[in-house]
């Protein structure tokens, strides 16, 4: 049953499990600032509003839903809030989060839509194009190959899986392809390159290249914290020996796409591999940096920009991703406890042989800085039996192919699926998933094994990285969805919200569900180290096997990237 709240400026529709009560109403009215209780019928379906798009629960809802909880209304689901506009074909909204509603109605978020059966690939190419996974010839060939050893099609989870664990932004294969420069190839990789600096100069560094993030030698320092987390304690002071976190990372196709989100989730994502290094770490302070094409500000321009002429924008112009971009990364830095302290910008744009170059596709780059227990900073390897925890929120709909459509021109693909792949921001969500790894962090023995942060390629990426070292097997039934009608695809593949995933003896669970209830961190125990080898998904309710491959045959096997140039003389 849906319920509507209405505002001098916006309507407030409830959903709830049972009709409310007179108290209930009064109560709500008080919150929502004095939203009057409207009849469903006084909502007149000749009005347009504004809303949040009918599959996705925003984070303010969630949010919202709880406070109710706490204030003794029972059975609220859902609340979202809606605005109306005068006309619909001139109404400005975001179509990655929002959607234009003629008329508020009781199926106001009802979505008319089954999940899509597991699917068998054929043409391997030709899904790859039409879902925009960016897969090159080798590795369709790749695909193709694996399927006949197999002696079966891949399903539709397979491929997508293969296309993010193996994309460009998670494996960095230009950085880790062979260079053939004037037929001759080079002896080293360009991350290779990267990395002798470390090998030559290792100084203080004590864990690079191979984790969420990097650390660095840090002091002795006095831990001032609980001496219990999942209970009230006092505060003691210990003498640990600390390492400090370092990260950086790039997050330039969602901020061109939908800038606010983008870079929110960018710093956001930032902050969570900080989170995700050895077996929990704390951040302390984030940068951000911008690089666009000139934004060509109104009334201040400068002189290199009054030289070109301005092109059409596909999203967002470039002023518009400055402001929104930076607003976003604040946002989330602010919500989530973590300030922004600098950071730099650059617009460029240049004009050679009658075509202009610059950064239409944006650079943003979230970096920043914490620390960690030394005795932390290296994970462990997961043994056979072991849990797999999933701490953090629902899946929707969103977020879904991020690390493969990344790696493509912007623009390339159908908007539809660019706007898929951009996530949503959850700052608070990811705060109380936080709190309970610090709690973990800081107690006398940390119970986790290994930690990843749900980043490209949601739960496939994470839980497939955990595992990587043994095998395991997930259950899809387990993972909570705020979205029913969600393939096995979709279930396995969004990066909907701020979520970690973690891997413990069986024995640590009860502490890390006393850990997370305190905090209020969603905690769910969805599979286990095998030691088979083997990354499996699979349905136990309805036992379908969406994902069952050889870890090898995920990770060990792809075709390496080769990369072909020759020297140019200029006169």
């Not at 309507?11 to 929502?32: I, Y």
């Not at 006949?148 to 664990?165: A, M, P, W």
């Not at 940390?446 to 259950?475: Q, R």
Request: charged fraction near 25%; aromatic fraction near 8%; proline fraction near 5%.
């Amino acid at each position: 049953m849906v319920f509507f709240f209405q505002s001098s400026a916006s309507v407030l529709a409830v959903s709830a499990d049972s009709p409310l009560t007179a108290q209930d109403v009064e109560k709500l009215e008080w919150l929502f600032s004095g939203a009057k209780y409207a009849d469903a019928d006084s909502m007149s379906s000749r009005q347009t509003y504004v809303g949040p798009r009918r599959e996705m629960v925003t984070p303010w809802s969630t949010n919202a839903a709880e406070i109710t909880q706490n204030m003794g209304i029972s059975g609220v689901r859902r609340i979202e809030e809606f605005f109306p506009v005068a006309d619909s074909k001139k109404a400005a909204f975001d179509p990655m989060l929002q959607e234009l509603y003629r008329g508020l109605a009781q199926d106001v978020f009802a979505v008319d839509r089954t999940p899509d059966p597991i699917r068998y690939i054929s043409d391997v190419a030709q899904y790859n194009a039409q879902e925009g996974l960016a897969l090159n010839p080798d590795e369709v060939g790749y695909l193709n190959a694996l399927s006949k050893k197999l002696n079966r099609q891949l399903t539709d989870s397979e491929i997508f899986g293969f296309s993010q664990v193996n994309s460009e932004h998670c494996r960095h294969k230009i950085f880790n392809g062979t260079f053939i420069i004037d037929e001759q190839e080079m002896p080293s990789t360009l991350f290779a390159l990267i990395k002798k600096t470390t090998e030559k100069n290792p100084n203080r560094v004590v864990s690079a290249y191979k984790d969420n993030c990097a650390f660095m030698q840090g002091p002795v320092a006095e831990q001032f914290a609980p001496s219990a987390g999942d209970k009230p304690d006092m505060f003691a002071v210990q003498d640990v020996e600390t390492v400090f976190s370092l990260k950086a990372e790039t997050h330039n196709f969602p901020t061109t796409v939908e800038p606010f989100n983008g870079a929110a989730t960018g710093s956001g994502g930032e902050i969570r591999d900080r989170m995700a290094g050895g077996k929990g770490s704390m951040p302390l302070a984030g940068t951000a940096v911008y690089m666009t094409s000139y934004p060509r500000v109104a009334d201040n321009l400068k002189s290199a920009e009054l030289h070109s002429e301005e092109r059409p924008w596909r999203y967002q112009t470039p002023e518009d991703i400055l402001i929104k971009a930076s607003n976003g990364a604040s946002d989330f830095g602010n919500k989530f406890g973590q300030p922004l302290i600098c950071g730099s910008l650059l617009t460029f744009e240049q004009e050679v042989d009658g075509k202009t170059y610059g950064y239409d596709k944006v650079v943003m780059l979230a970096g920043g800085v914490g620390y960690a227990k030394k005795s932390d900073c290296l994970k462990e390897k997961p043994a056979a039996g072991d849990v797999v925890v999933l701490l953090g929120g629902d899946n929707y709909r969103i977020g879904m192919g991020g690390g493969a459509v990344s790696s493509v021109d912007t623009g390339e693909l159908a908007g539809s699926i660019e706007l898929n792949a951009v996530q949503r921001s959850n700052p608070e969500m990811q705060k109380r998933v936080y709190n309970a790894i610090r709690a973990l962090c800081e107690g006398a023995k940390n119970p986790i094994v290994a930690i990843h942060d749900h980043g490209a390629g949601g739960h496939l990426n994470c839980f497939s990285e955990l595992v990587e070292a043994t095998g395991g097997e997930i259950d899809l039934s387990k993972l909570p969805l705020g979205d029913p009608t969600l393939s096995a695809k979709e279930i396995a593949g969004n990066e909907s919200q701020e979520r970690m995933g973690l891997v413990l003896h069986e024995e640590d669970l009860p502490l890390l569900r006393r850990v997370a209830a305190r905090e209020r961190a969603p905690m769910y125990v969805v599979g286990r180290a095998t030691g088979d080898m083997r990354f499996t998904l699979v349905n136990k309710v309805t036992h379908e096997k969406p994902i069952d491959l050889l870890l090898d045959d995920m990770f060990g096997n792809p075709p390496k990237t080769v990369i072909k140039d020759k020297t140019v003389i200029c006169d």
